[in-house]
Each structure stands twice: as structure tokens, then as C-alpha cells.
């Protein structure tokens, strides 16, 4: 599990969140949540298998810390994969990981931090490093399970995620995907409009998870802008010669 640093003050906005999904992730046990699923199209970019690309090299943490954008306050985060049945059904596993930044497959490094855009929204940023394809593979696990998964419970807290659905792609990075959904952390609580965008560059993942916290908007976007200048500034430092 992260650290406890992870509900640093200016992550304040997803505190509520973090809380239920910290109790469905890898570093917990008990039983597996329960929920329903439907067939639908996949998404529209990348549709391919991705796990046939050469490698880039591994990022360090330290390379991972400077290729956050200054405005996140980036910190280091403990590195943890999603264990096997955090989700039921198990196809929406890959969704509830990708929400945190994370995956079914262990990374080798992760930096995360908060940008605010203005109003009640916010988004957590994520600067995960994997081994040799299990980026890509992570990519693969997680556009499977958005042709299935739909809705699911949390574990605890009788909380839950509903009418997850690919969304539109900016076209960053070497791959991305994108889904929207509507996440209840707590039972009588409004729904957040949620939106997680992942963006592959070489084996990093840089997930974009942004939440309207005010549970009066059906639906919020993560700012293109935000997108390319991270992708970018990642991409220079996976660039740049091995330090």
C-alpha cells in the first residue's frame, strides 16, 4: 500500500475517495468485491495488442521525480501491484487499478501528485515505472477489461463505481486510453463524475485521474493541456542520455 504520506494537504480533495479504494487494492485482504458486467465496443485508439514493442530503458524514481510538473509536488509512493480479485468481476480489477496508478503487475518506481484546476475539481497525477513490456502489458490488461466492465461495489464502505465507459483519446504518448465513470464513495453521497486517462511513454504509465468533488456535474474532463505538457516533459526525460 502507499505510504501514509499519500494523504498529504494537497491531496485533501480525494481523501474521501482514497479511502474506499484504498480498501479494495493489493495491500488489503478480505473478500473480493462483487458487481455486474456487459460486452461493449472496445476502445477506439490502439486497439492492437501493444506488448510486441521493444522496451525503452527503466526510469529511475529519481528521473521519475523530475519529470512531474513542478505544480503536482510530486512525491515518491510506495510501489504496489493490485492483487488478483480486488474487483469482482475480476475483468474490472484492471479499472479499479488504473484509478490509483497502478496495475496488476508490480512497478519498479511511482511518483504521484495533486493539480488543482479551478472549482471543486482535481487530478491526481501518477508517474509509474515498469520492467521491460509490462507497461504495455498493463496497457493490454486494462483495454480488455474496458470492453467488459461496466459497474462494481467497493469493498467496504458500501461504495460503488457505475457506467464505466471508454472515453476519448488525445493522442499522447505511445498509447493511451481513457474512461469515464460515476463513483459513490460512501452510500447517500452524491456521485463524483471521475475521468482516468493513462498514457504510455516507453515503460512509464503516467495515469491522470481527475474527480469533480462536488457531486453536482455528471461528467469531468482532464484538462488536454495538463496531458501534453506531462506526457512531454516525460517523454524528454526518457529521452535524455542515462544519467
Same mark, same amino acid.
Given at each position: 500500500?502507499?505510504?501514509?504520506?499519500? +494523504?498529504?494537504?494537497?491531496?485533501?480533495?480525494?481523501?474521501?475517495?482514497?479511502?474506499? =479504494?484504498?480498501?479494495?487494492?493489493? #495491500?488489503?485482504?478480505?473478500?473480493?468485491?462483487?458487481?455486474? +458486467?456487459?460486452?461493449?465496443?472496445?476502445?477506439?485508439?490502439?486497439?492492437? !495488442? @501493444?506488448?510486441?514493442?521493444?522496451?525503452?530503458?527503466?526510469?529511475?524514481?529519481?528521473?521519475?521525480?523530475?519529470?512531474?510538473? +513542478?505544480? @503536482?509536488?510530486?512525491?515518491?509512493?510506495?510501489?504496489?501491484?493490485?492483487?488478483?480479485?480486488?474487483?469482482?468481476?475480476?475483468? #474490472?480489477?484492471? *479499472?479499479?487499478?488504473?484509478?490509483?496508478?497502478? @496495475?496488476?503487475?508490480? !512497478?519498479?518506481?511511482? $511518483?504521484?501528485?495533486?493539480?488543482?484546476?479551478?472549482? +471543486? *475539481?482535481?487530478?491526481?497525477?501518477?508517474?509509474?515505472?515498469?520492467?521491460?513490456?509490462?507497461?504495455?502489458?498493463?496497457?493490454?490488461?486494462?483495454?480488455?477489461?474496458?470492453?467488459? #466492465?461496466?459497474?462494481?461495489?467497493?469493498?467496504?464502505?458500501?461504495?460503488?463505481? @457505475?457506467?464505466?465507459?471508454?472515453?476519448?483519446?488525445?493522442?499522447?504518448?505511445?498509447?493511451?486510453?481513457?474512461?469515464?465513470?460515476?463513483? $459513490?464513495?460512501? !452510500?447517500?453521497?452524491?456521485?463524483?463524475?471521475?475521468?482516468?486517462?493513462? *498514457?504510455?511513454?516507453?515503460?512509464?504509465?503516467?495515469?491522470?485521474?481527475?474527480?469533480?468533488?462536488?457531486?453536482?456535474?455528471?461528467?469531468?474532463?482532464?484538462?488536454?493541456?495538463? $496531458?501534453?505538457?506531462?506526457?512531454?516533459? =516525460?517523454?524528454?526525460?526518457?529521452?535524455?542520455? *542515462?544519467?
Amino acid at each position: 500500500m502507499r505510504s501514509g504520506t499519500r +494523504h498529504r494537504s494537497g491531496a485533501v480533495v480525494f481523501a474521501a475517495m482514497a479511502g474506499v =479504494l484504498a480498501a479494495t487494492s493489493g #495491500c488489503g485482504g478480505g473478500a473480493p468485491a462483487t458487481g455486474g +458486467h456487459t460486452t461493449a465496443a472496445a476502445p477506439s485508439r490502439s486497439t492492437e !495488442p @501493444s506488448s510486441s514493442a521493444a522496451p525503452a530503458r527503466v526510469l529511475t524514481q529519481r528521473e521519475l521525480k523530475s519529470a512531474a510538473l +513542478h505544480e @503536482s509536488s510530486a512525491i515518491e509512493g510506495q510501489p504496489f501491484a493490485m492483487r488478483a480479485g480486488a474487483a469482482r468481476p475480476a475483468d #474490472c480489477t484492471p *479499472v479499479l487499478a488504473a484509478a490509483q496508478g497502478v @496495475s496488476r503487475r508490480m !512497478p519498479r518506481g511511482m $511518483v504521484y501528485g495533486t493539480v488543482r484546476t479551478g472549482g +471543486h *475539481v482535481a487530478v491526481e497525477v501518477f508517474l509509474t515505472a515498469y520492467s521491460g513490456q509490462e507497461a504495455a502489458r498493463a496497457m493490454d490488461d486494462l483495454r480488455a477489461a474496458l470492453r467488459t #466492465c461496466r459497474a462494481f461495489p467497493t469493498l467496504r464502505g458500501g461504495g460503488k463505481w @457505475s457506467d464505466v465507459r471508454a472515453a476519448g483519446q488525445l493522442g499522447e504518448g505511445d498509447e493511451e486510453l481513457a474512461f469515464q465513470a460515476a463513483m $459513490v464513495p460512501i !452510500p447517500d453521497t452524491p456521485a463524483l463524475a471521475t475521468e482516468v486517462r493513462v *498514457v504510455r511513454v516507453g515503460t512509464t504509465l503516467v495515469t491522470f485521474a481527475t474527480n469533480d468533488m462536488s457531486g453536482t456535474t455528471s461528467q469531468v474532463r482532464t484538462p488536454r493541456d495538463l $496531458v501534453h505538457r506531462q506526457v512531454a516533459a =516525460l517523454q524528454k526525460v526518457q529521452a535524455a542520455p *542515462v544519467p
